[in-house]
């Protein structure tokens, strides 16, 4: 273990330096992220990359990016490219890519090997009849009646379901165990299947398909894997893992990887260790990525990266910080003991994050005309205005201010409530960075709607004058009406209204739980700077939340504005 190993702060980081200190795998350290290229990869999937990245990074070892592409029907090469650009986004790379179809022809030859060896067997019940003769979790089994066939027959039917000789689900490949095991995987589970279905990355050369808890294990083998991080569901899955890893025994059997010394692709092969851990949830969100591809697909969003879906590229288009990311699931800990995690949580980082690291602007999102009667109509000038509070290095910018503004129109009130501290007939407010102002007229349109407030500049409050510091209760926010941009602003929220939407006990399902104010668009104006700012910059706008400008649909002459976060958590649980 090296000097500089960090202090074990979880299970998974015990039992690694554990191994290193006891010199098992020679002491090295080699973990995969592995997902199925079926969808977009999503906030739970960044829980796992940033512990294998984080746990192999710690330890002086590496990280390999596998797609494990064994299910054809359900893969795509867009999938396989926005996994790529998500972990890159997250902040990791990977020292190898590898598929698990990189693997297909040793996998085959391990299956060989098994039926050479007894322990597999060719079984042409249906999946139905399969079910039938599982038994139950109080009762067991039954034994295939195909499954005494002798090892020349089985490595007969086998070879010829490789040559494409059989219909899809005519055969499947089995494992003999023990059809009375306690543990239902260890009931002869399949091992392969037929599915004469092309594949993304190796077309048509393969009729037949590993199944993933086969596939799973010996590919991290041959990638000499020495620590395999999966999700707590793969615990009762661990049995089978270890005993195709027994009964292959890789290590032993160089023979079995000539294909991959052949490709180029050979590493040094492993006895790795399986460790589960619970997976990452949220409230508020769905994390299934079958009930995520029906949304996009019945375009209940728009696409896997509309700002409010869960996925990375769904976060990274909403304006989320990978480094807010990371802290969340650094903060969310490792743990066998599944448990839900609030949203605002994660909300909680976005935040710390941008207001560290977003200058800030001024914009105005529903905007009610103001007229300072007592300034020139031509009256301009340019003030200067901090780009960040708390920080000088983000140095200033040049704001332009004019006799005509925009603001909010929520920061006025013609028959204020109680505790209102902002703009009222007859009331003063301090514009930000110019002075006090006070509303004397309010202008209205022939159906009674506010168009307009008249007010009066106290010069005497401005920077540098002896009323500078007289005291007002209330400040707000301004953009010159003459200089302001207008802009497409999308105003997000939670995507779903029900903290737990996969819950149907109550007869719904998560598609009744879509909250329909969960984005708004409105036309708003922003400050002249930023007029020339390029996709994905973050700001905040000053009073209102944290925005980025959206990566797909953003041009400087067409600005597009998300909000990725307000500025406090003012979210309402469902009770």
């Given amino acids: 273990m090296s000097s500089d190993t960090p202090v074990s702060?979880?299970?998974?980081?015990?039992?690694?330096?554990a191994d290193q200190a006891a010199g098992k795998h020679n002491g090295r350290v080699v973990t995969r992220f592995p997902p199925e290229p079926n969808g977009y990869l999503h906030l739970g999937h960044a829980k796992s990359i940033c512990l294998n990245f984080g746990v192999a990074a710690d330890y002086g070892g590496v990280c390999h990016l596998r797609l494990d592409d064994t299910n054809p029907i359900r893969e795509d090469p867009e999938f396989v490219e926005a996994i790529k650009a998500d972990v890159r986004w997250l902040g990791f790379d990977w020292d190898a890519l590898r598929h698990a179809s990189d693997y297909f022809e040793v996998i085959y030859l391990c299956a060989l090997k098994l039926i050479r060896d007894g322990v597999a067997f060719v079984c042409d019940l249906s999946a139905d009849e399969v079910r039938s003769y599982r038994g139950t979790l109080t009762e067991p089994g039954r034994n295939s009646p195909y499954r005494e066939r002798s090892v020349e027959e089985n490595l007969?039917?086998?070879?010829?379901?490789?040559?494409?000789?059989?219909?899809?689900?005519?055969?499947?490949l089995r494992a003999k165990i023990d059809m009375a095991s306690g543990n239902i995987n260890l009931r002869d589970p399949t091992l392969y299947r037929i599915r004469k279905i092309a594949h993304q990355n190796t077309g048509t050369a393969w009729p037949i398909y590993p199944m993933y808890d086969y596939a799973h294990c010996i590919s991290d083998a041959v990638e000499g894997i020495t620590h395999s991080l999966c999700t707590l569901e793969f615990e009762d899955h661990r049995p089978l893992y270890d005993w195709c890893l027994a009964q292959i025994d890789l290590p032993h059997h160089p023979e079995l990887v000539a294909p991959l010394i052949a490709a180029?692709?050979?590493?040094?092969?492993?006895?790795?260790?399986q460790i589960e851990f619970a997976r990452g949830n949220l409230d508020y969100t769905v994390m299934s990525k079958?009930?995520?591809?029906?949304?996009?697909?019945?375009?209940?969003?728009?696409?896997?990266?509309?700002p409010r879906m869960p996925t990375?590229?769904?976060?990274?288009?909403?304006g989320y910080p990978p480094a807010a990311i990371r802290a969340f699931w650094?903060?969310?800990?490792?743990?066998?003991q599944n448990s839900v995690i609030e949203y605002s949580v994660l909300e909680g980082c976005v935040r710390e994050e941008l207001d560290a690291s977003t200058p800030r602007r001024l914009a105005v999102i529903d905007p009610l005309r103001v007229t300072l009667t007592n300034l020139a109509a031509d009256h301009l000038?340019?003030?200067?205005?901090?780009?960040?509070?708390k920080n000088e290095s983000f140095g200033t910018r040049a704001v332009p201010f004019a006799r005509e503004l925009l603001i909010e129109r929520e920061d006025f009130m013609e028959t204020p409530v109680k505790g209102f501290h902002r703009l009222v007939p007859g009331g003063e407010v301090r514009l930000r960075g110019v002075g006090i102002a006070r509303c004397d007229e309010v202008a209205k349109d022939a159906d009674g709607n506010i168009v307009e407030l008249r007010c009066t500049l106290d010069t005497g409050t401005r920077a540098g004058q002896p009323g500078a510091d007289r005291k007002v209760k209330g400040t707000i926010h301004w953009v010159s009406a003459r200089h302001a941009l207008p802009a497409e602003i999308r105003l997000y929220e939670r995507l779903f209204d029900a903290p737990n939407p996969d819950d149907d006990s109550d007869g719904k399902t998560y598609r009744d739980h879509l909250n329909a104010n969960s984005r708004r668009v409105v036309r708003g104006y922003v400050e002249a700077s930023l007029a020339d700012v390029h996709a994905e910059q973050a700001f905040q706008f000053e009073r209102l939340g944290y925005f980025v400008t959206d990566r797909?649909?953003?041009t400087p002459g067409k600005p597009v504005f998300n909000r990725s976060v307000t500025l406090r958590d003012s979210f309402t649980k469902t009770k």
């Fill in 9 to 17: 702060s979880n299970f998974i980081r015990q039992i690694v330096t």
């Fill in 264 to 273: 180029g692709l050979q590493m040094p092969v492993s006895t790795p260790q």
């Fill in 290 to 306: 079958r009930k995520l591809a029906a949304m996009v697909e019945d375009k209940l969003v728009d696409g896997w990266d509309d």
């Fill in 312 to 318: 990375l590229s769904g976060a990274r288009r909403r």
């Fill in 381 to 389: 000038e340019t003030l200067a205005f901090p780009n960040h509070p």
């Fill in 156 to 172: 007969d039917l086998f070879t010829r379901m490789r040559a494409g000789e059989f219909d899809d689900g005519a055969k499947t």
């Fill in 330 to 336: 650094e903060r969310a800990g490792v743990s066998k």
């Fill in 552 to 554: 797909r649909d953003h």
